[in-house]
């Protein structure tokens, strides 16, 4: 079992930074995928990123490439979001996610993974 708790949010001007963090419970923590998605009010969750379980590996949507880091600290348990250049269409409602699995094939989707966080609102203005 895992549990996760999204801070880091915030309200921050266009152009600005913010940095998300994720706390995870559990002894399992390092064998877990982890990821982070975001959802906009009327639109579905979609992908941001997403680290393997030793963090050799990375994803991101093509709309935050190059603005985005996702990182982890297996010994803190903790999971981070580095979000720069921030843009208004980044508003939203950030949440952190884990599945326990090495592979990073349906690392993308929503339905593959089974803990989620109670999220945390970023609102960019412009």
């Known amino acids: 079992q895992v549990q996760l708790v999204e801070s880091g949010g915030g309200l921050v001007q266009a152009g600005g930074s913010l940095r998300l963090s994720c706390a995870a419970s559990g002894r399992t923590f390092s064998s877990h995928r982890m990821g982070w998605f975001r959802q906009a009010p009327g639109k579905e969750r979609e992908f941001v990123a997403a680290?393997?379980?030793?963090?050799?590996?990375?994803y991101y949507t093509d709309s935050v490439k190059g603005r985005f880091i996702i990182s982890r600290d297996n010994a803190k348990n903790m999971v981070y979001l580095q979000m720069n250049s921030l843009k208004p269409e980044d508003t939203a409602v950030y949440y952190c996610?884990?599945?326990?699995?090495?592979?990073?094939?349906?690392?993308?989707?929503?339905?593959?993974?089974?803990?989620w966080g109670q999220g945390t609102q970023v609102t960019v203005s412009s």
């Open positions: 680290i393997s379980w030793n963090g050799g590996i990375t």
């Open positions: 996610a884990a599945k326990n699995t090495v592979t990073m094939i349906t690392a993308t989707k929503p339905d593959n993974y089974n803990y």
